[in-house]
């Protein structure tokens, strides 16, 4: 009795959550393109306007084609169960089975559906809040249970590339232990801490299957275009370029931040020699090496190299800091795994610092060279064209909008952002023309972290 008293009153609870995500935010302005071109699974464009202003009623939301669930403690492709995973995307984070309708991860996670349906996902979940929110649920449920459960909530908000990625067989539930990691069931955040840990890197992936290349994303960051990511698996570790006041340095000293951080710490590492601790390091910044990047929240990672860096400086005692996307980019840039530039990866992904703003700070680069890095990244085929359209002659755009953005509205104070954007990092949100029909999901991301103060609840 207790139980089911206490599954109503989730119940309820959710709902008012759903409907508190509604009423917080105002209908969609239909000025915007939002349809979608086909995508590569062949799926029809969908109105995301239409999806949103309905709060749960569209008909999309009727079209659910599975009804069991039992199956999504693994992929059941037969195309990834012979012969694995393309791409990995991995979202650690207990939130999305209990968030409401028009929730951003929804928005987040059909980005996702849009721009690399070819690969994987795996939840990286809790099941402590779902469970209770599901009827006639047993006291003391199996594995079983729990990743039904999760994925039951999961599909049943999810937008409808998603779904038909979940349809396809190619997204699984993985129920942390959350006590192996130190964290509570229902608030270990984005995996902060859970990266740090190796045990998650060796044990929450399925060796054969999962790819090397993982994908790291969560509800504040969104893909813009397709990403091709054949053309950045030769990177260790890759995530938006950071400001230098983001380490509390000045622009001319950021790229020392770094270096001093190391050259303090790697005595407490293993497996690191000597010389290693200053020779690798000195090269961060100069052309040809890796820049002051790695903003974790929309980051392609190899997992190979995830693992090294934590054997090389296991975090109880490396003294680098709790933020992992520190550790990581700091680590692999000093034992030489190949990263990229500051304005590579703002070709990627940006949360304050542009492709164009890096040349400021780091290097400049000239046209020729600026060409020949985007059809690199970005495909021959299609690179140059799409970096044209964004400076075409009769734009005034200023800056290159990247693969993916991540969180730039919470880096949008002038003072965060002096010689670097005196206008405010947020300009391209408000002031560049194109930015929502370049990045087509970011809007109702956006829209709602702004309307709660610039942070996501």
């Known amino acids: 009795m207790i139980l089911i008293g206490l599954a109503v009153l989730n119940i309820l609870a959710l709902n008012i959550a759903t409907s508190r995500y509604a009423s917080n935010r105002g209908k969609v302005q239909p000025d915007e393109p939002t349809r979608l071109e086909k995508n590569n699974a062949g799926e029809v464009d969908y109105d995301y306007n239409e999806i949103y202003n309905s709060f749960g009623t569209h008909g999309s939301y009727a079209d659910r084609r599975i009804s069991d669930f039992d199956s999504f403690g693994n992929y059941t492709s037969t195309?990834?169960?012979?012969?694995?995973?393309?791409?990995?995307?991995?979202?650690?984070?207990?939130?999305?089975?209990?968030?409401?309708?028009?929730?951003?991860?929804?928005?987040?996670?059909?980005?996702?559906?849009?721009y690399v349906p070819y690969a994987c996902v795996v939840f990286h979940t809790s099941s402590c809040k779902s469970m209770l929110q599901t009827q006639n649920m047993p006291a003391g449920p199996t594995d079983g249970q729990k990743v039904n459960a999760v994925a039951q909530s999961i599909y049943g908000r999810s937008l409808p590339l998603f779904r038909r990625m979940m349809e396809r067989g190619l997204v699984r539930v993985n129920v942390l232990n959350s006590e192996k990691y130190g964290e509570k069931c229902d608030n270990f955040g984005s995996g902060n801490s859970i990266f740090l840990n190796i045990r998650f890197w060796l044990d929450e992936f399925i060796d054969g299957v999962d790819s090397d290349m993982i994908l790291t994303t969560q509800q504040d960051a969104v893909l813009c275009r397709h990403l091709d990511i054949d053309l950045w698996k030769h990177y260790a570790y890759v995530g938006a370029?950071?400001?230098?006041?983001?380490?509390?340095?000045?622009?001319?000293?950021?790229?020392?931040?770094?270096?001093?951080?190391?050259?303090?710490?790697?005595?407490?590492?293993n497996g690191v020699e000597n010389h290693l601790a200053e020779e690798n390091i000195l090269q961060i910044c100069t052309p040809g090496h890796g820049g002051f990047q790695g903003n974790g929240g929309l980051s392609i990672r190899n997992r190979s190299w995830m693992i090294?860096?934590?054997?090389?400086?296991?975090?109880?005692?490396?003294?680098?800091?709790?933020?992992?996307?520190?550790?990581?980019?700091?680590?692999?840039?000093?034992?030489?795994a190949t990263m990229p530039s500051a304005f590579e990866?703002?070709?990627?992904?940006?949360?304050?610092?542009?492709?164009?703003?890096?040349?400021?700070?780091?290097?400049?680069?000239?046209?020729?060279e600026i060409a020949d890095t985007v059809k690199r990244l970005w495909g021959n085929d299609t690179g140059m064209s799409v970096y044209n359209r964004i400076h075409q002659s009769n734009s005034s755009n200023r800056y290159t909008i990247p693969l993916g953005i991540h969180q730039l509205w919470n880096y949008g104070h002038a003072e965060?952002?002096?010689?670097?954007?005196?206008?405010?990092?947020?300009?391209?949100?408000?002031?560049?023309?194109?930015?929502?029909?370049?990045c087509k999901f970011l809007k109702y991301i956006y829209n709602f972290a702004e309307m709660q103060g610039g942070r996501l609840q």
């Not at 703002?346 to 046209?367: M, P, R």
Request: glycine share 6%.
């Open 345 to 368: 990866a703002a070709l990627f992904s940006v949360c304050s610092t542009f492709a164009e703003q890096t040349f400021d700070i780091y290097y400049k680069l000239n046209s020729d």
């Open 241 to 269: 370029p950071w400001s230098p006041w983001v380490w509390g340095c000045s622009q001319e000293q950021n790229c020392d931040c770094m270096r001093n951080l190391w050259r303090t710490n790697a005595p407490k590492c």
């Open 79 to 114: 195309a990834v169960l012979n012969g694995g995973c393309r791409l990995t995307v991995s979202i650690v984070d207990p939130r999305p089975p209990t968030s409401g309708i028009n929730h951003p991860i929804w928005f987040a996670l059909e980005s996702v559906a849009a």
């Open 416 to 438: 965060h952002c002096q010689g670097v954007a005196p206008e405010g990092c947020t300009y391209a949100l408000k002031e560049q023309p194109n930015i929502h029909e370049e």
């Open 308 to 336: 090294e860096a934590l054997r090389r400086c296991p975090t109880q005692f490396s003294g680098l800091g709790t933020q992992e996307d520190v550790f990581f980019s700091t680590v692999l840039n000093a034992i030489n």
